[in-house]
């Protein structure tokens, strides 16, 4: 099983930054990718290449941007075919994108074909069991937010975003706003290993899946 060497923190960039830096100061040829990352985030300065739904604002000569929906398939035939022509990029970042999008294992394996090594943050299962408050709308965590990610046995697990968990209020024990909580990162190598809650299959009955998500308190 691998060792990713999890952190709950306040979402800095430090580590990340400073591993970076200092991979390309002993090799220029050193390659950074972002996965979700939009140009002019905290890694613009870092990356040299961007995978993202969104066109460049403003076009960085710099950065090569591949426009993708990297929830499909087929788009990512075209960094695909810069991988087998060049090789792995030596990093990837992808940090807050998994726990938007539909099929984040799906999305874990593209990135590991795409690079060597890199970077996962998302937010923790404490921010997300957090109450919020949008005028007359209260929700536990942030409404566009598909997934609750969590460390079980080792494990990065993903835990779909359903109505048990604004419906109850067992999860307040672990709901917590302090920012020193707000954020879980790894580093991982070669692969990225995540799994679906009871491996994506949501039963067979009301009571099983109240004991899978009771594994979050």
């Not at 985030?41 to 460049?56: E, H, K, Q, R, T």
């Not at 039963?203 to 998500?213: A, E, H, I, L, R």
């Amino acid at each position: 099983m691998p060792n990713y060497n999890f952190s709950i923190s306040n979402g800095s960039r430090d580590s990340v930054i400073q591993y970076i830096l200092e991979n390309k100061s002993q090799n220029h040829l050193f390659k950074v990718v972002d996965v979700g990352g939009s140009v002019g985030g905290w890694s613009a300065p870092y990356v040299d290449a961007v995978v993202d739904f969104n066109a460049l604002e403003v076009p960085e000569p710099r950065i090569q941007q591949y426009k993708c929906d990297i929830t499909h398939p087929d788009s990512w035939k075209d960094i695909l075919q810069y991988v087998e022509e060049n090789g792995k990029y030596d990093f990837c970042i992808c940090t807050h994108t998994l726990e938007d999008i539909m099929n984040p294992a799906f999305v874990s394996e593209q990135i590991a074909r795409i690079a060597k090594e890199g970077y996962v943050a998302v937010p923790s299962k404490y921010r997300e069991l957090s109450r919020f408050e949008d005028g007359e709308n209260k929700y536990r965590g942030y409404i566009h937010h598909r997934w609750i990610f969590d460390i079980v046995d080792g494990v990065f697990v993903g835990y779909p975003k359903i109505n048990y968990i604004d419906s109850t209020n067992i999860f307040d024990r672990v709901a917590n706003m302090d920012n020193n909580k707000s954020d879980l990162s790894f580093f991982w190598k070669d692969a990225i290993d995540i799994r679906y809650v009871n491996n994506n299959y949501l039963g067979p009955n009301t009571n099983y899946v109240k004991q899978y998500y009771n594994n979050l308190l």
